[in-house]
């Protein structure tokens, strides 16, 4: 398996990218979900926009997109696009670190490619659970 970082006219910077790869990896593995590969892909606000446009035909800039590229019963072959100017605003929005939110981006788009959701408030608090737990074993 192979978890690759992409960087679209835009950086940021992740430290510990090995101990990195093997939390996504635990979170794939706790979910008994077989991962192929997974690329992250982090942008701009329009490169992001124009994505959200074109496959959800959505007309809102927002923090990150995940595609999964594999047929059902397929190891999970996934896509995370995130928007390196929304980690800047969300982190001064929620008052947490540029490094946490990156990271609670990332661990959302595992946790997407896993089955978990957030369009209702249960599953938003589904999600929420999850990320603040690889968040706490992942920097603790």
Known sequence: MLI????????????????LRVKIMEIFDSGETPLQSLTYVFCTDNYLLSI??????HDSFTDIVTFSLAEQ?????????ISVQRIKDNASIF???INEELHRLMFHGALHLCG??????SDKIKMTLAEEHWLKSYFL
């Open 73 to 81: 019963s397929d190891p999970i072959i996934g896509e995370v696009y």
């Open 95 to 97: 008052g947490v670190s």
């Open 52 to 57: 959200n446009r074109e496959f959800l035909n």
């Open 4 to 19: 690759n970082f992409f960087f679209n006219d835009i950086f940021i910077k992740i430290a510990n990218r090995k101990r």
């Open 116 to 121: 978990y959701k957030d369009k209702t408030p």
